[in-house]
Protein backbone atom coordinates (compact mmCIF):
# COMPACT_ATOMS: atom_id res chain seq x y z
CA UNK A 1 0.00 0.00 0.00
CA UNK A 2 0.90 3.72 -0.22
CA UNK A 3 3.70 5.17 1.66
CA UNK A 4 5.64 8.46 0.72
CA UNK A 5 4.76 9.30 -2.70
CA UNK A 6 7.92 9.89 -5.22
CA UNK A 7 6.65 11.17 -8.12
CA UNK A 8 8.99 13.08 -10.67
CA UNK A 9 9.09 14.51 -13.78
CA UNK A 10 12.63 14.06 -15.73
CA UNK A 11 12.82 16.31 -18.78
CA UNK A 12 13.64 19.62 -20.41
CA UNK A 13 13.45 21.33 -23.12
CA UNK A 14 16.21 23.02 -24.74
CA UNK A 15 19.76 22.83 -23.24
CA UNK A 16 18.72 20.14 -21.04
CA UNK A 17 17.41 18.45 -23.95
CA UNK A 18 20.79 17.23 -25.08
CA UNK A 19 22.02 15.67 -21.50
CA UNK A 20 18.99 13.75 -21.64
CA UNK A 21 19.61 11.96 -24.52
CA UNK A 22 16.96 14.01 -26.73
CA UNK A 23 13.82 12.59 -24.85
CA UNK A 24 13.02 14.98 -21.94
CA UNK A 25 10.18 13.82 -20.28
CA UNK A 26 9.54 11.84 -17.45
CA UNK A 27 7.11 11.20 -14.28
CA UNK A 28 7.99 8.87 -11.84
CA UNK A 29 5.67 7.49 -9.57
CA UNK A 30 6.00 5.68 -6.12
CA UNK A 31 3.03 3.58 -3.53
CA UNK A 32 4.78 1.94 -0.97
CA UNK A 33 4.08 -0.24 2.33
CA UNK A 34 5.65 0.95 5.55
CA UNK A 35 8.98 -0.96 6.12
CA UNK A 36 9.25 -3.70 8.29
CA UNK A 37 11.71 -2.14 10.90
CA UNK A 38 11.22 -5.25 13.37
CA UNK A 39 12.72 -5.91 16.83
CA UNK A 40 14.75 -8.84 17.40
CA UNK A 41 12.74 -11.93 17.74
CA UNK A 42 11.82 -12.76 21.81
CA UNK A 43 14.74 -15.32 23.21
CA UNK A 44 12.99 -18.53 24.12
CA UNK A 45 11.77 -19.23 27.77
CA UNK A 46 11.78 -21.67 29.85
CA UNK A 47 9.29 -24.97 29.62
CA UNK A 48 6.67 -24.99 32.51
CA UNK A 49 7.23 -27.82 34.57
CA UNK A 50 3.87 -29.51 35.57
CA UNK A 51 5.40 -32.61 37.36
CA UNK A 52 8.47 -33.45 38.74
CA UNK A 53 9.93 -36.77 40.29
CA UNK A 54 13.25 -36.26 42.11
CA UNK A 55 13.16 -39.97 44.37
CA UNK A 56 14.03 -38.33 47.39
CA UNK A 57 10.71 -39.63 49.48
CA UNK A 58 13.00 -42.11 50.33
CA UNK A 59 12.52 -43.24 54.52
CA UNK A 60 14.82 -43.55 55.82
CA UNK A 61 17.06 -41.53 53.44
CA UNK A 62 19.64 -44.31 53.36
CA UNK A 63 17.47 -47.80 52.85
CA UNK A 64 17.52 -48.46 49.12
CA UNK A 65 14.18 -49.44 47.43
CA UNK A 66 12.84 -51.05 44.22
CA UNK A 67 10.77 -48.36 42.19
CA UNK A 68 7.26 -50.51 42.71
CA UNK A 69 7.83 -50.36 46.63
CA UNK A 70 8.21 -45.85 46.12
CA UNK A 71 5.07 -43.75 46.70
CA UNK A 72 6.13 -39.87 45.64
CA UNK A 73 5.90 -36.93 47.35
CA UNK A 74 2.73 -36.36 45.69
CA UNK A 75 1.56 -39.98 46.45
CA UNK A 76 2.30 -40.80 43.31
CA UNK A 77 3.18 -44.91 42.48
CA UNK A 78 5.55 -46.50 39.70
CA UNK A 79 5.52 -49.86 37.78
CA UNK A 80 8.06 -51.20 35.19
CA UNK A 81 8.43 -54.34 33.55
CA UNK A 82 10.19 -57.42 35.75
CA UNK A 83 13.27 -57.10 34.31
CA UNK A 84 13.61 -53.41 35.51
CA UNK A 85 12.77 -54.10 38.87
CA UNK A 86 14.80 -57.09 39.58
CA UNK A 87 17.29 -57.06 42.42
CA UNK A 88 19.19 -59.93 40.94
CA UNK A 89 20.02 -57.86 37.61
CA UNK A 90 20.60 -54.61 39.76
CA UNK A 91 17.75 -53.02 37.58
CA UNK A 92 14.95 -50.30 39.29
CA UNK A 93 16.72 -49.21 42.44
CA UNK A 94 16.47 -46.34 44.02
CA UNK A 95 19.13 -45.66 45.88
CA UNK A 96 22.14 -42.47 46.56
CA UNK A 97 25.91 -43.02 47.53
CA UNK A 98 25.24 -42.55 51.32
CA UNK A 99 22.64 -45.65 51.22
CA UNK A 100 23.63 -49.62 52.36
CA UNK A 101 23.54 -51.98 49.93
CA UNK A 102 20.56 -53.31 47.98
CA UNK A 103 19.91 -57.18 49.22
CA UNK A 104 20.65 -59.37 46.00
CA UNK A 105 22.50 -57.31 44.03
CA UNK A 106 25.90 -57.56 42.95
CA UNK A 107 26.32 -53.79 41.61
CA UNK A 108 25.59 -51.66 44.34
CA UNK A 109 28.62 -49.81 44.32
CA UNK A 110 28.06 -48.88 40.94
CA UNK A 111 24.73 -47.90 41.73
CA UNK A 112 25.73 -45.15 44.17
CA UNK A 113 28.39 -44.12 42.04
CA UNK A 114 25.56 -42.83 39.58
CA UNK A 115 23.25 -41.39 41.89
CA UNK A 116 26.50 -39.73 43.62
CA UNK A 117 26.90 -37.94 39.74
CA UNK A 118 23.63 -37.07 39.55
CA UNK A 119 23.38 -35.35 42.62
CA UNK A 120 26.41 -33.01 41.68
CA UNK A 121 23.90 -31.59 38.53
CA UNK A 122 22.12 -28.96 40.17
CA UNK A 123 20.31 -30.34 43.10
CA UNK A 124 23.13 -29.39 45.50
CA UNK A 125 21.96 -33.28 47.46
CA UNK A 126 25.39 -34.67 46.42
CA UNK A 127 26.15 -37.67 48.14
CA UNK A 128 22.65 -37.59 49.41
CA UNK A 129 20.76 -37.61 46.29
CA UNK A 130 18.53 -40.50 45.24
CA UNK A 131 18.14 -42.02 41.64
CA UNK A 132 16.59 -44.35 40.13
CA UNK A 133 19.48 -46.68 39.41
CA UNK A 134 20.05 -49.89 36.93
CA UNK A 135 23.37 -51.96 36.09
CA UNK A 136 21.56 -54.92 33.77
CA UNK A 137 23.60 -57.43 35.34
CA UNK A 138 23.47 -61.44 34.75
CA UNK A 139 21.05 -61.16 31.74
CA UNK A 140 19.62 -59.21 28.68
CA UNK A 141 16.72 -57.22 29.73
CA UNK A 142 15.27 -57.52 25.88
CA UNK A 143 14.54 -54.28 24.40
CA UNK A 144 11.65 -51.93 24.10
CA UNK A 145 10.79 -53.32 27.86
CA UNK A 146 9.27 -50.36 30.06
CA UNK A 147 11.56 -48.59 32.88
CA UNK A 148 9.18 -46.32 34.42
CA UNK A 149 5.83 -45.76 34.21
CA UNK A 150 3.17 -43.79 36.52
CA UNK A 151 0.50 -46.41 37.97
CA UNK A 152 -2.64 -43.19 38.12
CA UNK A 153 -3.10 -40.22 36.32
CA UNK A 154 -1.49 -36.90 36.55
CA UNK A 155 -3.96 -34.04 35.99
CA UNK A 156 -3.40 -30.88 33.71
CA UNK A 157 -4.85 -27.70 34.47
CA UNK A 158 -5.52 -26.90 30.45
CA UNK A 159 -6.09 -28.36 27.56
CA UNK A 160 -4.86 -28.01 24.28
CA UNK A 161 -1.02 -27.46 25.27
CA UNK A 162 2.00 -28.92 24.14
CA UNK A 163 3.56 -31.64 26.21
CA UNK A 164 7.40 -33.06 26.63
CA UNK A 165 9.65 -34.76 29.06
CA UNK A 166 13.23 -34.36 30.59
CA UNK A 167 14.92 -36.70 31.96
CA UNK A 168 18.79 -36.29 34.15
CA UNK A 169 20.81 -39.03 33.64
CA UNK A 170 24.29 -40.72 34.37
CA UNK A 171 25.53 -43.40 31.94
CA UNK A 172 28.68 -45.77 32.54
CA UNK A 173 30.44 -48.31 30.25
CA UNK A 174 29.44 -46.47 26.92
CA UNK A 175 32.03 -48.72 25.11
CA UNK A 176 28.95 -51.53 25.08
CA UNK A 177 25.30 -51.01 24.60
CA UNK A 178 24.16 -47.53 25.48
CA UNK A 179 20.46 -47.03 27.20
CA UNK A 180 17.72 -45.53 24.64
CA UNK A 181 15.48 -44.18 26.47
CA UNK A 182 11.72 -43.72 24.82
CA UNK A 183 8.95 -41.29 26.58
CA UNK A 184 5.40 -41.49 26.00
CA UNK A 185 2.06 -39.99 27.48
CA UNK A 186 -0.53 -42.25 28.30
CA UNK A 187 -4.22 -42.71 29.55
CA UNK A 188 -5.90 -40.45 26.33
CA UNK A 189 -5.76 -44.04 23.76
CA UNK A 190 -2.66 -45.28 22.49
CA UNK A 191 0.44 -44.28 23.96
CA UNK A 192 1.67 -40.67 22.05
CA UNK A 193 5.97 -40.47 21.51
CA UNK A 194 7.13 -37.37 22.66
CA UNK A 195 10.14 -38.23 20.79
CA UNK A 196 11.67 -38.08 17.09
CA UNK A 197 15.41 -39.98 18.64
CA UNK A 198 15.49 -41.83 21.67
CA UNK A 199 17.51 -40.10 24.43
CA UNK A 200 21.20 -42.24 24.40
CA UNK A 201 22.72 -40.61 27.37
CA UNK A 202 26.38 -41.90 25.59
CA UNK A 203 26.11 -40.08 22.18
CA UNK A 204 23.99 -36.63 23.37
CA UNK A 205 25.73 -33.44 23.08
CA UNK A 206 24.06 -31.85 25.84
CA UNK A 207 26.01 -34.75 28.68
CA UNK A 208 29.22 -33.47 30.00
CA UNK A 209 31.50 -36.48 30.17
CA UNK A 210 33.57 -37.65 33.28
CA UNK A 211 35.71 -41.12 33.79
CA UNK A 212 34.15 -43.99 32.23
CA UNK A 213 30.67 -41.89 31.61
CA UNK A 214 28.47 -39.24 30.66
CA UNK A 215 26.09 -36.79 32.33
CA UNK A 216 23.09 -34.16 31.65
CA UNK A 217 19.93 -33.11 31.77
CA UNK A 218 18.07 -34.48 28.75
CA UNK A 219 14.19 -33.07 27.15
CA UNK A 220 13.12 -34.91 24.50
CA UNK A 221 12.86 -33.71 21.05
CA UNK A 222 9.59 -33.54 20.24
CA UNK A 223 6.40 -32.29 22.27
CA UNK A 224 2.59 -33.15 21.59
CA UNK A 225 -0.45 -31.36 21.33
CA UNK A 226 -2.17 -32.70 23.68
CA UNK A 227 -5.83 -32.39 24.56
CA UNK A 228 -6.57 -34.76 27.47
CA UNK A 229 -7.46 -33.56 30.79
CA UNK A 230 -4.92 -35.94 32.80
CA UNK A 231 -1.81 -38.38 31.62
CA UNK A 232 0.58 -40.53 32.76
CA UNK A 233 4.21 -41.43 31.73
CA UNK A 234 6.02 -44.42 30.43
CA UNK A 235 9.38 -44.67 29.61
CA UNK A 236 10.71 -47.25 27.43
CA UNK A 237 14.31 -48.27 27.19
CA UNK A 238 14.91 -49.25 23.58
CA UNK A 239 18.53 -50.84 24.79
CA UNK A 240 17.75 -54.79 25.04
CA UNK A 241 21.35 -55.84 25.78
CA UNK A 242 22.75 -55.97 29.52
CA UNK A 243 26.52 -55.84 28.16
CA UNK A 244 26.59 -52.08 29.18
CA UNK A 245 23.23 -50.25 29.44
CA UNK A 246 24.18 -49.47 32.51
CA UNK A 247 22.83 -45.89 33.83
CA UNK A 248 20.44 -44.09 36.21
CA UNK A 249 17.90 -41.50 36.10
CA UNK A 250 16.52 -38.76 38.08
CA UNK A 251 14.45 -36.11 37.99
CA UNK A 252 11.10 -36.99 35.51
CA UNK A 253 9.50 -34.01 34.64
CA UNK A 254 6.64 -33.23 32.69
CA UNK A 255 6.94 -30.14 30.55
CA UNK A 256 4.65 -27.31 29.51
CA UNK A 257 6.46 -26.55 26.31
CA UNK A 258 3.83 -24.58 24.98
CA UNK A 259 5.26 -22.02 22.29
CA UNK A 260 4.52 -18.03 22.29
CA UNK A 261 2.75 -16.35 20.06
CA UNK A 262 3.54 -12.39 19.79
CA UNK A 263 3.17 -9.79 17.01
CA UNK A 264 4.43 -6.74 15.85
CA UNK A 265 3.46 -3.74 13.60
CA UNK A 266 6.31 -2.07 11.32
CA UNK A 267 7.37 1.20 12.42
CA UNK A 268 5.93 4.09 10.69
CA UNK A 269 2.41 3.09 10.02
CA UNK A 270 0.21 4.94 7.94
CA UNK A 271 -3.64 5.45 6.84
CA UNK A 272 -4.73 3.63 3.70
CA UNK A 273 -0.84 2.37 3.15
CA UNK A 274 0.30 -0.78 3.98
CA UNK A 275 1.98 -2.35 7.63
CA UNK A 276 3.48 -5.29 8.07
CA UNK A 277 2.22 -7.19 10.88
CA UNK A 278 4.69 -10.14 11.92
CA UNK A 279 3.65 -12.64 14.19
CA UNK A 280 6.65 -14.79 15.73
CA UNK A 281 5.78 -18.18 17.25
CA UNK A 282 8.70 -18.29 19.51
CA UNK A 283 10.10 -22.21 20.92
CA UNK A 284 10.36 -23.14 24.29
CA UNK A 285 14.28 -23.59 25.91
CA UNK A 286 13.96 -27.36 24.93
CA UNK A 287 13.67 -25.88 21.57
CA UNK A 288 11.43 -29.74 20.37
CA UNK A 289 9.67 -29.93 17.68
CA UNK A 290 6.35 -28.71 17.89
CA UNK A 291 3.47 -29.75 14.95
CA UNK A 292 -0.05 -28.85 14.76
CA UNK A 293 0.09 -24.79 16.26
CA UNK A 294 -2.53 -22.42 15.05
CA UNK A 295 -3.93 -19.10 15.44
CA UNK A 296 -6.64 -16.58 13.91
CA UNK A 297 -6.49 -13.26 14.53
CA UNK A 298 -9.82 -10.91 14.40
CA UNK A 299 -8.48 -7.77 13.27
CA UNK A 300 -9.83 -4.73 15.13
CA UNK A 301 -12.74 -2.77 13.62
CA UNK A 302 -11.25 0.48 10.73
CA UNK A 303 -8.04 -2.60 10.25
CA UNK A 304 -8.11 -5.23 6.98
CA UNK A 305 -5.45 -7.02 4.80
CA UNK A 306 -4.26 -4.63 2.80
CA UNK A 307 -4.30 -5.20 -1.27
CA UNK A 308 -2.20 -7.34 -2.23
CA UNK A 309 -1.67 -9.23 1.56
CA UNK A 310 1.88 -10.18 0.85
CA UNK A 311 1.41 -12.81 3.19
CA UNK A 312 4.47 -15.19 3.84
CA UNK A 313 6.02 -17.54 6.78
CA UNK A 314 8.80 -19.04 7.36
CA UNK A 315 7.34 -22.21 9.60
CA UNK A 316 7.80 -25.22 8.54
CA UNK A 317 4.80 -26.84 6.83
CA UNK A 318 3.47 -23.24 6.98
CA UNK A 319 -0.08 -22.47 5.63
CA UNK A 320 -1.20 -18.46 5.81
CA UNK A 321 -4.91 -17.17 4.79
CA UNK A 322 -5.03 -13.16 4.53
CA UNK A 323 -7.82 -12.56 2.03
CA UNK A 324 -7.31 -8.86 1.24
CA UNK A 325 -9.68 -6.78 2.14
CA UNK A 326 -10.73 -9.18 4.80
CA UNK A 327 -10.80 -8.74 8.37
CA UNK A 328 -9.01 -11.70 10.02
CA UNK A 329 -5.51 -13.44 9.37
CA UNK A 330 -5.65 -17.31 10.42
CA UNK A 331 -2.41 -19.23 10.04
CA UNK A 332 -0.88 -22.95 11.57
CA UNK A 333 2.34 -24.63 11.03
CA UNK A 334 5.26 -26.32 12.77
CA UNK A 335 8.28 -25.29 14.35
CA UNK A 336 11.11 -27.96 13.78
CA UNK A 337 13.35 -29.62 16.75
CA UNK A 338 16.19 -27.21 17.51
CA UNK A 339 14.08 -24.45 15.67
CA UNK A 340 14.10 -21.10 18.13
CA UNK A 341 11.30 -19.19 16.40
CA UNK A 342 9.33 -18.64 13.07
CA UNK A 343 7.14 -16.22 12.12
CA UNK A 344 4.43 -15.42 9.82
CA UNK A 345 3.80 -11.45 8.25
CA UNK A 346 1.10 -10.17 6.63
CA UNK A 347 0.29 -6.62 4.92
CA UNK A 348 -2.72 -4.74 6.71
CA UNK A 349 -4.05 -1.14 6.45
CA UNK A 350 -5.97 0.73 8.60
CA UNK A 351 -7.17 4.64 8.73
CA UNK A 352 -6.08 7.01 10.33
CA UNK A 353 -6.37 6.31 14.46
CA UNK A 354 -5.14 4.11 16.96
CA UNK A 355 -5.34 0.33 17.25
CA UNK A 356 -4.92 -2.29 19.93
CA UNK A 357 -4.96 -5.93 18.35
CA UNK A 358 -4.60 -7.87 22.02
CA UNK A 359 -5.39 -11.35 23.24
CA UNK A 360 -9.12 -10.72 22.92
CA UNK A 361 -8.41 -10.11 18.88
CA UNK A 362 -6.99 -13.67 18.88
CA UNK A 363 -8.12 -17.30 18.95
CA UNK A 364 -5.28 -19.91 19.33
CA UNK A 365 -4.35 -23.79 19.41
CA UNK A 366 -1.36 -24.87 21.04
CA UNK A 367 -0.18 -21.33 21.83
CA UNK A 368 0.37 -18.98 24.59
CA UNK A 369 -1.55 -15.89 23.74
CA UNK A 370 -0.32 -12.43 22.75
CA UNK A 371 -0.05 -9.09 25.14
CA UNK A 372 -1.79 -6.38 23.90
CA UNK A 373 0.18 -4.91 20.77
CA UNK A 374 -0.86 -1.06 20.31
CA UNK A 375 -0.60 0.36 16.82
CA UNK A 376 -0.75 3.99 15.36
CA UNK A 377 -1.69 4.78 11.72
CA UNK A 378 -0.58 8.44 10.95
CA UNK A 379 -2.29 10.55 8.25
CA UNK A 380 -1.16 10.11 5.17
CA UNK A 381 2.27 12.55 4.47
CA UNK A 382 2.41 15.58 2.08
CA UNK A 383 4.56 14.89 -0.58
CA UNK A 384 7.91 16.93 -0.49
CA UNK A 385 9.05 18.63 -3.96
CA UNK A 386 12.79 18.05 -5.43
CA UNK A 387 14.60 19.10 -8.62
CA UNK A 388 17.37 18.18 -10.55
CA UNK A 389 19.42 20.84 -12.59
CA UNK A 390 22.15 20.45 -14.51
CA UNK A 391 21.38 16.76 -14.89
CA UNK A 392 23.38 15.75 -11.57
CA UNK A 393 22.27 18.17 -9.07
CA UNK A 394 19.74 17.47 -6.70
CA UNK A 395 17.94 19.51 -4.14
CA UNK A 396 15.69 18.07 -2.29
CA UNK A 397 12.72 19.92 -0.26
CA UNK A 398 12.34 19.10 3.60
CA UNK A 399 8.43 19.86 3.72
CA UNK A 400 5.99 21.24 0.60
CA UNK A 401 6.89 23.68 -0.02
CA UNK A 402 9.66 23.94 2.60
CA UNK A 403 13.05 25.10 2.41
CA UNK A 404 15.70 23.08 0.45
CA UNK A 405 18.11 20.46 2.00
CA UNK A 406 21.35 20.47 0.79
CA UNK A 407 22.48 20.52 -2.83
CA UNK A 408 24.49 17.05 -3.57
CA UNK A 409 25.94 15.04 -7.14
CA UNK A 410 24.64 12.31 -8.21
CA UNK A 411 24.95 10.51 -11.52
CA UNK A 412 27.26 10.98 -15.03
CA UNK A 413 25.86 12.73 -17.76
CA UNK A 414 24.19 11.67 -19.96
CA UNK A 415 21.21 10.74 -17.55
CA UNK A 416 17.61 10.25 -16.95
CA UNK A 417 17.18 11.27 -13.02
CA UNK A 418 14.67 9.36 -11.32
CA UNK A 419 14.03 8.48 -7.38
CA UNK A 420 12.24 5.59 -5.68
CA UNK A 421 12.29 3.47 -2.59
CA UNK A 422 14.46 1.05 -4.34
CA UNK A 423 14.96 -1.22 -0.99
CA UNK A 424 12.09 -1.67 0.71
CA UNK A 425 12.91 0.60 3.78
CA UNK A 426 10.62 3.38 3.48
CA UNK A 427 12.83 6.20 1.74
CA UNK A 428 13.04 7.87 -1.35
CA UNK A 429 16.21 7.96 -3.05
CA UNK A 430 18.21 8.79 -6.04
CA UNK A 431 18.38 6.99 -9.77
CA UNK A 432 19.91 7.29 -13.14
CA UNK A 433 18.35 5.73 -16.15
CA UNK A 434 21.74 6.09 -18.47
CA UNK A 435 21.20 4.75 -21.82
CA UNK A 436 19.95 1.33 -20.80
CA UNK A 437 21.36 1.04 -17.73
CA UNK A 438 19.67 1.73 -14.14
CA UNK A 439 22.06 2.81 -11.54
CA UNK A 440 19.92 2.94 -7.82
CA UNK A 441 21.18 4.23 -4.95
CA UNK A 442 20.10 3.57 -1.26
CA UNK A 443 20.97 6.45 -0.12
CA UNK A 444 20.39 10.56 -1.12
CA UNK A 445 23.88 11.49 -1.79
CA UNK A 446 26.66 10.99 -4.11
CA UNK A 447 28.05 7.45 -3.20
CA UNK A 448 28.26 4.68 -5.78
CA UNK A 449 24.96 3.35 -7.10
CA UNK A 450 24.06 0.07 -4.94
CA UNK A 451 22.27 -1.45 -7.49
CA UNK A 452 23.26 -1.81 -11.54
CA UNK A 453 21.18 -3.76 -14.44
CA UNK A 454 20.57 -3.35 -17.67
CA UNK A 455 16.64 -3.48 -18.65
CA UNK A 456 14.46 -1.84 -21.51
CA UNK A 457 14.57 0.52 -24.68
CA UNK A 458 17.79 2.64 -24.00
CA UNK A 459 15.80 5.50 -26.02
CA UNK A 460 13.09 5.21 -23.73
CA UNK A 461 11.57 7.14 -20.49
CA UNK A 462 11.78 5.50 -17.09
CA UNK A 463 9.29 5.52 -14.80
CA UNK A 464 9.66 4.42 -11.21
CA UNK A 465 6.40 2.96 -9.42
CA UNK A 466 5.58 0.25 -7.05
CA UNK A 467 3.76 -1.76 -9.71
CA UNK A 468 3.07 -4.76 -7.57
CA UNK A 469 2.64 -3.57 -4.49
CA UNK A 470 5.20 -5.32 -2.35
CA UNK A 471 6.74 -1.90 -1.06
CA UNK A 472 9.58 -1.47 -3.03
CA UNK A 473 9.31 0.74 -6.32
CA UNK A 474 10.06 -0.80 -9.71
CA UNK A 475 10.91 0.60 -13.02
CA UNK A 476 9.78 0.79 -16.28
CA UNK A 477 10.46 2.19 -19.77
CA UNK A 478 8.20 4.00 -21.72
CA UNK A 479 8.45 4.85 -25.59
CA UNK A 480 6.08 5.16 -28.41
CA UNK A 481 3.21 3.83 -26.24
CA UNK A 482 5.18 0.73 -25.79
CA UNK A 483 6.06 0.16 -21.73
CA UNK A 484 8.13 -2.38 -20.30
CA UNK A 485 8.14 -2.78 -16.78
CA UNK A 486 10.65 -4.60 -14.35
CA UNK A 487 9.26 -5.66 -10.88
CA UNK A 488 11.91 -5.16 -7.45
CA UNK A 489 11.89 -6.77 -4.30
CA UNK A 490 10.77 -10.22 -2.51
CA UNK A 491 8.50 -12.38 -4.48
CA UNK A 492 8.52 -10.29 -7.44
CA UNK A 493 7.25 -10.81 -11.01
CA UNK A 494 8.81 -11.69 -14.28
CA UNK A 495 9.01 -8.87 -16.42
CA UNK A 496 6.90 -7.37 -18.30
CA UNK A 497 5.92 -5.54 -21.64
CA UNK A 498 2.74 -3.50 -23.44
CA UNK A 499 1.33 -1.45 -25.38
CA UNK A 500 -1.59 1.53 -24.49
CA UNK A 501 -3.06 2.88 -27.66
CA UNK A 502 -5.28 5.89 -27.57
CA UNK A 503 -6.89 7.71 -26.00
CA UNK A 504 -3.24 7.69 -24.33
CA UNK A 505 -0.83 9.40 -25.96
CA UNK A 506 1.76 7.60 -28.17
CA UNK A 507 3.85 9.98 -29.47
CA UNK A 508 7.41 9.40 -29.75
CA UNK A 509 9.11 12.98 -29.61
CA UNK A 510 9.69 15.34 -26.88
CA UNK A 511 6.94 17.20 -26.04
CA UNK A 512 4.33 15.34 -27.72
CA UNK A 513 3.81 12.51 -24.95
CA UNK A 514 5.20 12.34 -21.30
CA UNK A 515 4.27 9.27 -19.27
CA UNK A 516 3.37 9.33 -15.42
CA UNK A 517 2.86 6.75 -12.52
CA UNK A 518 0.53 7.46 -9.41
CA UNK A 519 -1.41 5.44 -7.09
CA UNK A 520 -4.68 7.24 -8.71
CA UNK A 521 -7.41 5.04 -6.53
CA UNK A 522 -5.51 4.86 -3.01
CA UNK A 523 -4.82 0.84 -3.43
CA UNK A 524 -1.34 0.69 -2.64
CA UNK A 525 -0.57 0.19 -6.03
CA UNK A 526 0.88 2.65 -8.64
CA UNK A 527 -0.99 2.90 -11.92
CA UNK A 528 0.54 4.43 -15.00
CA UNK A 529 -0.57 6.96 -17.75
CA UNK A 530 0.27 9.90 -20.11
CA UNK A 531 0.30 13.36 -20.38
CA UNK A 532 0.56 15.35 -23.08
CA UNK A 533 2.42 18.15 -22.62
CA UNK A 534 1.39 20.93 -25.29
CA UNK A 535 -2.41 20.81 -24.33
CA UNK A 536 -2.23 19.33 -20.39
CA UNK A 537 -4.42 15.75 -21.36
CA UNK A 538 -4.28 13.90 -18.72
CA UNK A 539 -5.21 9.70 -19.34
CA UNK A 540 -4.80 7.32 -16.66
CA UNK A 541 -5.05 3.52 -16.09
CA UNK A 542 -4.99 2.70 -12.05
CA UNK A 543 -2.91 -0.77 -12.81
CA UNK A 544 0.12 -1.53 -14.86
CA UNK A 545 -0.85 -3.80 -18.23
CA UNK A 546 -3.05 -2.97 -21.58
CA UNK A 547 -6.02 -1.99 -21.30
CA UNK A 548 -8.68 1.33 -21.81
CA UNK A 549 -8.15 4.20 -19.03
CA UNK A 550 -9.55 4.36 -15.67
CA UNK A 551 -9.59 7.83 -15.55
CA UNK A 552 -9.59 10.91 -18.26
CA UNK A 553 -8.75 12.38 -20.83
CA UNK A 554 -9.18 15.62 -18.84
CA UNK A 555 -6.86 18.39 -18.68
CA UNK A 556 -4.82 19.66 -16.17
CA UNK A 557 -1.93 22.63 -16.75
CA UNK A 558 -1.42 24.73 -19.47
CA UNK A 559 0.61 24.20 -22.94
CA UNK A 560 4.54 23.41 -22.05
CA UNK A 561 4.17 22.68 -18.41
CA UNK A 562 6.10 19.70 -16.63
CA UNK A 563 3.71 17.24 -15.32
CA UNK A 564 4.49 16.25 -11.72
CA UNK A 565 2.60 13.62 -9.41
CA UNK A 566 2.30 13.26 -5.73
CA UNK A 567 -0.05 12.94 -2.64
CA UNK A 568 -0.65 16.93 -2.24
CA UNK A 569 -3.11 16.79 -0.20
CA UNK A 570 -1.95 13.76 2.31
CA UNK A 571 -4.68 11.87 1.20
CA UNK A 572 -3.27 8.57 0.66
CA UNK A 573 -4.13 8.82 -3.29
CA UNK A 574 -1.96 10.55 -6.24
CA UNK A 575 -3.02 13.66 -7.62
CA UNK A 576 -2.18 15.88 -10.70
CA UNK A 577 0.53 18.94 -10.78
CA UNK A 578 2.37 20.93 -12.80
CA UNK A 579 5.42 23.18 -12.83
CA UNK A 580 5.78 26.34 -15.18
CA UNK A 581 9.23 27.89 -14.04
CA UNK A 582 9.46 27.40 -10.44
CA UNK A 583 5.73 27.49 -9.38
CA UNK A 584 4.29 24.14 -8.41
CA UNK A 585 0.63 23.54 -9.13
CA UNK A 586 -0.61 20.85 -7.34
CA UNK A 587 -4.11 19.56 -6.85
CA UNK A 588 -4.94 18.23 -3.10
CA UNK A 589 -8.44 17.33 -2.72
CA UNK A 590 -8.90 14.65 -6.51
CA UNK A 591 -7.53 13.42 -8.95
CA UNK A 592 -9.67 14.97 -11.90
CA UNK A 593 -10.83 18.55 -9.70
CA UNK A 594 -11.13 20.04 -6.94
CA UNK A 595 -8.82 22.49 -4.81
CA UNK A 596 -5.29 22.72 -6.02
CA UNK A 597 -2.41 24.58 -4.24
CA UNK A 598 0.58 26.85 -5.32
CA UNK A 599 4.13 27.03 -4.62
CA UNK A 600 7.56 28.08 -5.70
CA UNK A 601 10.01 25.39 -5.12
CA UNK A 602 13.87 25.29 -7.05
CA UNK A 603 15.09 26.91 -10.28
CA UNK A 604 14.07 27.17 -13.57
CA UNK A 605 15.40 24.69 -16.35
CA UNK A 606 15.40 21.87 -13.61
CA UNK A 607 13.55 18.71 -13.23
CA UNK A 608 11.05 18.39 -11.13
CA UNK A 609 9.91 15.73 -8.37
CA UNK A 610 8.14 14.53 -5.87
CA UNK A 611 9.41 12.44 -3.02
Known sequence: MKRQSTKAMAGARSALAACLLGFSGLVVGTTLAASPALAAPPAPAAPTVLFTEDFENVSPPTTPILLTSYTGAGGQTYTADPVWVSALLCNGIITSFNSTDFPGCGSNSGLRSLAQRLGSLGTGLGNANHALSAFT??????????????????????????????????????????????????????????????????????????????????????????????????????????????????????????????????????????????????????????????????????????????????????????????????????????????????????????????????????????????????????SRAAVVAKSTDWTLGDALPGAPLPTFSYGTRPLTPMMGDWNGDGLKTVGTFEYGTFKLNNQNDNSEADIRFTFGDPRGYPIAGDYDGNGYDDVAVYRCGLWQIHYLGPGAPADQSFTLGAPFATDCTWPATAPVAGDWDGDGIDGIGTVKPSTGTWVLKNTVGAGSPDIGPFTFGPAGAYPVVGDWGGNGFDTPGYRVGTTWTVRTAAVTSGATSTFDFGVANSVPFSW
Request: proline letters at 9%.
Open 137 to 382: AVSDPGPDKVEFETVSAIPLTSTGRFITFSVDSAVVNCFAAHPLYKFYLTGAGPDIPTFTTPIDPCTDPRGVAFPNGKLGSYPADKAVLFTGSTLGIKLINGQGSASGNDAAIDNIRILDATPQLSKEFAAGAVSGRATALTFTITNTTELAAKAGWSFTDTLPAGMTVATPSAATTTCASGAVTAAAGSGSITASGNLNAGQASCTVTVNVTATTGTYTNGPENVTSVGLNPITPTPVSFAPPPV
